[in-house]
């Protein structure tokens, strides 16, 4: 993949000399249209972006920056990292994702139904423990995990928390020690992205659901490797069955679209498409019908969403 630093865009065509030692230029390929479609609609609305890269098929790949291509939080995509997690630790024979958390975590006292409550239900928000924490809050607990755990099930009920996705973790954690540390030679190394950091607990472990630090060309190989179905360079990091439930069986959240479904950790739609949709702004879209993939990341405090809308639009055309 190709970056730039500074403003601008990469993979523009331009004019080169050819043999004879004519100028001439070369057709613009299809990601940087669709870059350059994006590039003047987000100017025309003054939105916060940083960086937009597009990857169609293998080769064809554009990106533009408003700013330096620095490592940022990208909120909830960390989501979607710490869904693949736990489908390589599937992979790898060490946790269920039926089997109820308590067998994972045993010496937590749990609230009235919480026994029944599986890792499906914490990344896909439908625990029904009705506990609403994001990584912007403070944790006055002892024990974030407990904290939740404790407080009783409605049920199958949707609720949107990072803290489900923390607790996830901690049921990996059990099983893997450091999640970001197991990650490292199973996910972050492959994809080239060196010595990611993400935010802690107070009790030291990683949030899971928000506060990994990625730059917008490391998140479009996340991308990538979603579209891929988890082959990278030649290689399964995760199984293909994994990536493809992570958009099928959707849920049903109540909400208008394009936030109406939400799958493991990733989010249906708008127009065919699905998505890992961080605050603020941050997006891994993945487009089937383009074979596509279209990474923002951001920091739009109003109008976040429409960041995602004009980039489904302008791979539409």
């Given at each position: 993949?190709?970056?730039?630093?500074?403003?601008?865009?990469?993979?523009?065509?331009?004019?080169?000399?050819?043999?004879?030692?004519?100028?001439?230029?070369?057709?613009?390929?299809?990601?940087?249209?669709?870059?350059?479609?994006?590039?003047?609609?987000?100017?025309?609305?003054?939105?916060?972006?940083?960086?937009?890269?597009?990857?169609?098929?293998?080769?064809?790949?554009?990106?533009?920056?408003?700013?330096?291509?620095?490592?940022?939080?990208?909120?909830?995509?960390?989501?979607?990292?710490?869904?693949?997690?736990?489908?390589?630790?599937?992979?790898?024979?060490?946790?269920?994702?039926?089997?109820?958390?308590?067998?994972?975590?045993?010496?937590?006292?749990?609230?009235?139904?919480?026994?029944?409550?599986?890792?499906?239900?914490?990344?896909?928000?439908?625990?029904?423990?009705?506990?609403?924490?994001?990584?912007?809050?403070?944790?006055?607990?002892?024990?974030?995990?407990?904290?939740?755990?404790?407080?009783?099930?409605?049920?199958?009920?949707?609720?949107?928390?990072?803290?489900?996705?923390?607790?996830?973790?901690?049921?990996?954690?059990?099983?893997?020690?450091?999640?970001?540390?197991?990650?490292?030679?199973?996910?972050?190394?492959?994809?080239?992205?060196?010595?990611?950091?993400?935010?802690?607990?107070?009790?030291?472990w990683i949030v899971g659901g928000s506060g990994l630090q990625l730059r917008t060309e490391e998140v479009a190989r996340i991308g990538r490797l979603?579209?891929?179905?988890?082959?990278?360079?030649?290689?399964?990091?995760?199984?293909?069955?994994?990536?493809?439930?992570?958009?099928?069986?959707?849920?049903?959240?109540?909400?208008?679209?394009?936030?109406?479904?939400?799958?493991?950790?990733?989010?249906?739609?708008?127009?065919?498409?699905?998505?890992?949709?961080?605050?603020?702004?941050?997006?891994?879209?993945?487009?089937?019908?383009?074979?596509?993939?279209?990474?923002?990341?951001?920091?739009?405090?109003?109008?976040?969403?429409?960041?995602?809308?004009?980039?489904?639009?302008?791979?539409?055309?």
């Open positions: 993949m190709q970056t730039c630093h500074g403003t601008g865009s990469v993979g523009r065509a331009g004019p080169r000399r050819n043999p004879a030692g004519a100028w001439q230029t070369e057709p613009m390929t299809s990601a940087q249209a669709i870059l350059d479609r994006y590039v003047r609609a987000v100017d025309a609305e003054n939105l916060g972006a940083y960086g937009a890269h597009v990857l169609i098929d293998d080769d064809d790949d554009a990106e533009h920056r408003w700013r330096s291509d620095d490592r940022e939080n990208v909120y909830s995509i960390s989501k979607g990292v710490s869904a693949l997690a736990v489908g390589v630790a599937i992979d790898e024979g060490l946790v269920s994702l039926d089997e109820p958390i308590h067998s994972y975590l045993p010496g937590m006292r749990l609230g009235e139904g919480v026994e029944e409550v599986t890792l499906r239900h914490l990344l896909t928000m439908t625990s029904g423990i009705d506990f609403e924490w994001f990584a912007l809050d403070p944790v006055p607990w002892p024990d974030l995990a407990q904290e939740m755990l404790r407080r009783p099930s409605r049920g199958r009920v949707f609720q949107y928390s990072t803290v489900s996705t923390y607790v996830a973790m901690r049921v990996l954690g059990a099983v893997v020690g450091d999640v970001r540390d197991w990650l490292l030679p199973r996910l972050f190394d492959p994809l080239g992205i060196h010595n990611p950091q993400w935010h802690r607990c107070p009790a030291g979603l579209r891929d179905r988890g082959a990278w360079d030649g290689r399964q990091l995760v199984s293909a069955d994994w990536i493809d439930a992570m958009h099928s069986d959707w849920v049903d959240t109540g909400a208008p679209e394009p936030s109406a479904r939400y799958g493991l950790a990733a989010w249906g739609g708008p127009d065919g498409t699905w998505r890992l949709d961080g605050r603020y702004g941050q997006y891994a879209i993945i487009d089937p019908a383009r074979n596509a993939v279209f990474t923002i990341t951001a920091h739009e405090e109003t109008r976040d969403a429409r960041l995602g809308e004009l980039a489904v639009e302008a791979l539409r055309g």
